[in-house]
């Protein structure tokens, strides 16, 4: 699937459930476009892994995850040989005689090789480029982000018993971070790059009517300004889109029509993952909230 506008695209992930504005929307159709790798950055809870999710559904393409954690290395990330069925092959040629070269060569061959995500990637861009979401950057190392500069450039991946495996196609790649640290300008300029702030109240309305069509407009209004008025203050973490979709979600199959004293009390680790903020919140500041939130 191909967009020839800015506003084609814009429709299409409207008609998949994720409502984006216009500059987030040029963003990934110059993504798509110039097949350049799109670095999204904001805090957790946004939608910048669901732009990866969306876009794999849209365009019916597999989605490779690399999820980011500190230590990652080549056997996490690429390739790693499976060893123990390296071992049993060995084992079989030394019962049936078969010491060969060209046997033993055969122990590393692809069939013992175990592919990562990175090498998925690039093996599949062979049929169909599949969408490829490194997901917060920021949590890895900056010796693996290092590594990714050779690999967003080239596409290539060398494996010394094997040879070079080069990308047809470069995979649509989507980059995350949440910003716990900065990411290294030379990836930077590797990519384009999107800021995801929090939305308006507007189009965190947009988002849940699209995403929770069950919640009635009531609710949906109170609890979207509930949670912006959450965000004004000076809390640990600040509730995401993500948290104000789980509470819609809570409040439906609660059966609730509007928001109430009780019902938000009962319900408030939905939205806020830290005690002091749920105890800071609790009482008469979400008395004067739901105030703010029953005059719309």
């Known amino acids: 699937m191909t967009f020839d506008?800015?506003?084609?695209?814009?429709?299409?992930?409207?008609?998949?459930?994720?409502?984006?504005?216009?500059?987030?929307?040029?963003?990934?159709?110059?993504?798509?476009?110039?097949?350049?790798?799109?670095?999204?950055?904001?805090?957790?809870?946004?939608?910048?892994?669901?732009i990866a999710k969306t876009l794999a559904r849209m365009l019916d393409r597999h989605l490779i995850r690399l999820q980011c954690y500190e230590g990652l290395d080549v056997n996490t990330t690429i390739y790693e040989w499976n060893y123990a069925r390296q071992m049993l092959a060995i084992r079989m040629l030394e019962v049936t005689g078969g010491k060969s070269e060209a046997a033993i060569s055969n122990i590393f061959g692809p069939e013992f090789l175990i592919k990562r995500p990175l090498f998925q990637a690039i093996e599949e861009s062979t049929v169909a480029p599949p969408v490829l979401l490194i997901d917060e950057?920021?949590?890895?190392?900056?010796?693996?982000?290092?590594?990714?500069?050779?690999?967003?450039?080239?596409?290539?991946?060398?494996?010394?018993?094997?040879?070079?495996?080069?990308?047809?196609?470069?995979?649509?790649?989507?980059?995350?971070?949440?910003?716990?640290?900065?990411?290294?300008?030379?990836l930077k300029r590797r990519c384009l790059f999107y800021w995801v702030d929090y939305p308006t109240l507007e189009k965190e309305l947009e988002i849940v009517r699209a995403r929770v069509p069950g919640a009635g407009e009531r609710l949906s209004r109170q609890v979207v300004t509930f949670v912006q008025e959450l965000r004004r203050m000076d809390l640990y973490k600040l509730p995401g889109v993500?948290?104000?979709?789980?509470?819609?979600?809570?409040?439906?199959?609660?059966?609730?029509?509007?928001?109430?004293?009780?019902?938000?009390?009962?319900?408030?680790?939905?939205?806020?993952?830290?005690?002091?903020?749920?105890?800071?919140?609790?009482?008469?500041?979400v008395t004067e909230l739901l105030k703010k939130a029953a005059a719309v």
């Not at 040029?26 to 670095?39: E, G, R, S, V």
């Not at 408030?268 to 993952?273: E, N, P, R, S, T």
């Open 137 to 186: 950057l920021d949590r890895a190392d900056e010796e693996f982000e290092a590594f990714l500069l050779e690999l967003l450039s080239d596409w290539q991946i060398s494996i010394p018993e094997i040879g070079t495996v080069r990308a047809a196609t470069p995979p649509t790649v989507i980059i995350t971070s949440n910003r716990t640290r900065e990411v290294h300008d030379a």
């Open 242 to 285: 993500a948290e104000t979709l789980d509470w819609v979600t809570a409040l439906v199959a609660l059966d609730a029509a509007e928001l109430s004293q009780g019902v938000v009390e009962d319900t408030l680790g939905a939205i806020l993952k830290f005690q002091d903020d749920i105890a800071q919140v609790r009482g008469k500041q």
């Open 5 to 50: 506008s800015i506003d084609a695209l814009q429709t299409a992930l409207a008609q998949h459930a994720y409502i984006a504005d216009r500059s987030l929307t040029t963003a990934i159709y110059l993504a798509l476009k110039l097949n350049k790798p799109l670095l999204l950055e904001g805090e957790a809870g946004v939608g910048k892994t669901e």
